[in-house]
């Protein structure tokens, strides 16, 4: 069992940023991978970032360059640094911890940009 809490969200123009925090239940060193994915309205939810217990991330196509994944593993936290912001990456996000066999979700945060 794992409890995921998304904070940081909000209201930005296009061009600003925004950091995300996720706040872990459990020792993130014990979780194969977190991540950030997110859903539009109307659209499936997709991948954003990844961050595996060694360190290794990767990106959406659509992201890289733009945002950032971290993990500080003593505070149990990710974090999603995104800069640049278009209005195309207004969305719920939502921070995930992958397992072998189980995938977690948090209920997810509110990023809206604006033109």
């Known amino acids: 069992q794992v409890q995921l809490v998304e904070s940081g969200g909000g209201l930005v123009q296009a061009g600003g940023s925004l950091r995300l925090s996720c706040a872990c239940s459990?020792?993130?060193?014990?979780?194969?991978?977190m991540g950030w994915y997110r859903q539009a309205p109307g659209k499936q939810r997709e991948l954003v970032a990844r961050?595996?217990?060694?360190?290794?991330?990767n990106y959406a196509d659509s992201v890289k360059g733009r945002f950032a994944i971290s993990k500080d593993t003593a505070k149990n936290m990710v974090y999603l640094q995104m800069n640049s912001l278009k209005p195309e990456d207004t969305a719920v996000y939502y921070c995930?911890?992958?397992?072998?066999?189980?995938?977690?979700w948090g209920q997810g945060t509110q990023v809206v940009v604006s033109a």
């Open positions: 995930s911890a992958h397992f072998l066999l189980e995938d977690h």
């Open positions: 961050i595996t217990y060694t360190g290794d991330t």
């Open positions: 459990r020792s993130i060193d014990d979780i194969n991978a």
